[in-house]
């Protein structure tokens, strides 16, 4: 029909919409039949054809002969000496087919179908980005990095659908530059204002779950489950795993010979330290294993309460707890109790205990200075008092007291 191309425009539909050809079809034909029926009342004495291979459509419109002076609907019947016009033997009562052209509907029905249609064509485009990314949730994608904001950064997929990463949604160390390759797992699809909107994630467990799949072999075959993932973006993860097949171990597995496997994970994770724990349905097995690398001494349970106490050798605690708290943190997470850490003294720290047991509550540079003067215990430190160890280091009386303060809840 003229002025519209129909086969460069689905080809072009179909390359970079994702819209098929049976729905493109039948979209063209319910455009073109709501202006025939603007047009002539109804369409059904009308014949679509449609040709997207060839890029042709056709309108047909079949009418009964009828006499000239009987005729009343220029929609269903034709005159006599009109149908004679198109050949010479048609009779009355017989039905002629005579093409609709694009032409005869006039400029403004053609601008009217042209929007129509172009409006068509982007609803199904936003269904159909829609529903692909409905059911990837929580699969990874690949995206280049097209605009950096302060609260998120927008990325193009390799169909050029935008995606959202929210600064939430970013590991801390993350920095992406623009035109940079990036890998996010998909958290949700929402519809806002009738438009798709796609949020990816770097921080969510599941991401770290996929990379797992991914680079681990057993764990995508279903030979290795993963239990249980809690993570702090950027700082540090726990994964429980677990193997049905006694001839593999999960935890060796997933680390891989020499850290092979769980190096190139960490690295994308902004070096996030990864702690592979072999699950049990042992509880008290369970939360040691979860505070590894500390050396745990006894546990206490209280299961109607979810609570733990752990007792640990003095130079384990630190261990226990974790840099900024992580350790013991993620560990409450993952097994499900609320954990409290306790020091265990044995006979050989009766009497003193070593200053170096105290880095989680002194500062390093602090118990340098009482080194200096010869004290290395929270003993040989008390035995002093705040006027003869302001004048022998060089800590202010505030400090000496606060940390004679720490010291003196030690033997209480």
Known sequence: ?????????????????????????????????????????????????????QGDLEMWRNRTIVADEEFENDATEIKLSDAKKIDNEYEIGEDVSDEVK??????????????????????????????????????????????????EILIRDEEGNDLILPRTEQIPSDYFNKGETIRAVVLRVEMKNNSPIIYVSRTSPVFLERLLENEVPEI????ITIKNIVRIPGERAKVAVES?????????????MKGARIHGIVRE????????????????LYITRSLNPAKINSIKLDNENLKADVYLEPDQVSLAIGK?????????????????????LDSSFVDDVSLDEFTDEIESWIIEEFRKVGC???KTVLEL?????????????????NTLNILRAEFE
């Open 102 to 151: 694009l032409n005869d509907f006039g400029r403004r029905q053609i601008l009217a179908l042209r929007q129509n249609l172009a409006s068509r064509i982007l609803e199904l485009e936003k269904d159909a980005i829609y529903n692909k990314y409905k059911d990837v949730v929580g699969q990874i994608v690949f995206g280049e990095v097209y605009q950096i904001w302060k609260k």
């Open 244 to 256: 049905y097949d006694d001839r593999i171990d999960p935890v060796g597995a997933c680390v891989g």
């Open 376 to 378: 290395d215990t929270a």
């Open 385 to 401: 008092s705040v006027e003869e160890l302001e004048k022998r280091t060089d800590l202010e009386v505030e400090t000496i007291e």
């Open 324 to 344: 900024g708290g992580f350790n013991i943190k993620l560990a409450s997470q993952i097994t499900g109790y609320n954990i409290d850490v306790y020091r265990e």
């Open 1 to 53: 029909m003229e002025n519209l191309n129909l086969k460069d425009s689905f080809s072009e539909f179909k390359g970079l919409k994702n819209i098929d050809q049976a729905t493109m079809m039948s979209v063209l034909e319910d455009v073109f039949r709501n202006m025939v029926i603007k047009q002539f009342g109804s369409d059904e004495n009308f014949d679509i054809i449609i040709n997207i291979e």
């Open 269 to 284: 994770l902004g070096n996030e330290n990864i702690d592979i724990i072999n699950f049990t349905n042992n509880t008290e």
């Open 220 to 223: 995508f075959d279903g030979l």
